[in-house]
């Protein structure tokens, strides 16, 4: 089975503080998403990668940027937190193509003061 | 904005009862995913459909694929308690990347014993 672990389940960090989120997984699968997700919105992707230095905006990349320096592990950085950042961060990976399904990790629920 | 459109938002069941969600996009789609989350858990890959009309069953799940390959329905046959969750149709939206999955704000089933 694919395991798609993320650091933290719970995070609170303070306004204008600097905050990384990670994400690893077993499988070596080349690509790896970033989403969050806020109630009645849905999943929203904030970046994603297909290999490793490789990255891509999604959706909502705005006060948002991501490291991929090794195939397992992907990073999402929050440069200056603020508190409508406030939300649950979900980390995926999937295999190569483009049709390949998403294996999501058990998400952060980060808290923005 | 998001360009997958999903149906209710929200659905209360009785038991036993059958229930439906709607998936719609403004663009075709070379294939749906269907995901489930169940109450403080994150999505799991249900099934995915590529081709036009495709019709596929897991037990009392059934998924549709349109044939203008725009549209997706997913249907609960005698829901039981362990069906509650919030189910996400997600499809490769917007043109270009495949990689890049964009989900419906899912609905919420609720079912009552």
């Known amino acids: 089975d694919v395991k798609v672990t993320q650091s933290s389940r719970y995070l609170v960090k303070r306004t204008g503080e600097k905050v990384f989120l990670e994400c690893v997984q077993d499988?070596?699968?080349?690509?790896m998403f970033w989403y969050r997700q806020d109630p009645g919105l849905g999943l929203r992707l904030i970046y994603f990668?297909?290999?490793?230095?490789?990255?891509e905006k999604g959706d909502i990349p705005e006060g948002y940027s991501v490291s991929r320096e090794k195939k397992e592990r992907f990073s999402l950085i929050l440069e200056s937190a603020s508190t409508n950042q406030t939300s649950m961060y979900l980390c995926?990976?999937?295999?190569?193509?483009?049709?390949?399904?998403?294996?999501f990790g058990n998400g952060t629920r980060l808290t923005v003061t | 904005g998001q360009q997958v459109m999903q149906i209710p938002q929200y659905q209360h069941v009785q038991e036993g009862e059958d229930f439906t969600t709607y998936c719609n996009s403004s663009?075709?789609?070379?294939?749906i995913q269907w995901y489930k989350q169940r109450p403080g858990g994150h999505p799991v890959f249900l099934i995915q459909?590529?081709?036009?009309?495709e019709v596929k069953k897991q037990k009392r799940l059934t998924f549709q694929f349109g044939e203008a390959k725009k549209n997706s329905s997913l249907h609960i046959t005698a829901t039981q308690t362990t069906d509650v969750g919030t189910y996400f149709c997600?499809?490769?939206?917007?043109?270009?990347?495949?990689?890049?999955?964009?989900f419906g704000k899912g609905t919420l089933l609720t079912v009552n014993p």
């Open positions: 995926a990976s999937s295999s190569t193509g483009g049709n390949s399904p998403l294996h």
């Open positions: 499988m070596d699968h080349e690509n």
């Open positions: 990668s297909y290999d490793v230095k490789m990255k």
């Open positions: 663009t075709t789609l070379s294939n």
């Open positions: 459909l590529v081709k036009s009309g």
């Open positions: 997600a499809g490769p939206v917007g043109g270009g990347s495949n990689y890049k999955l964009t």
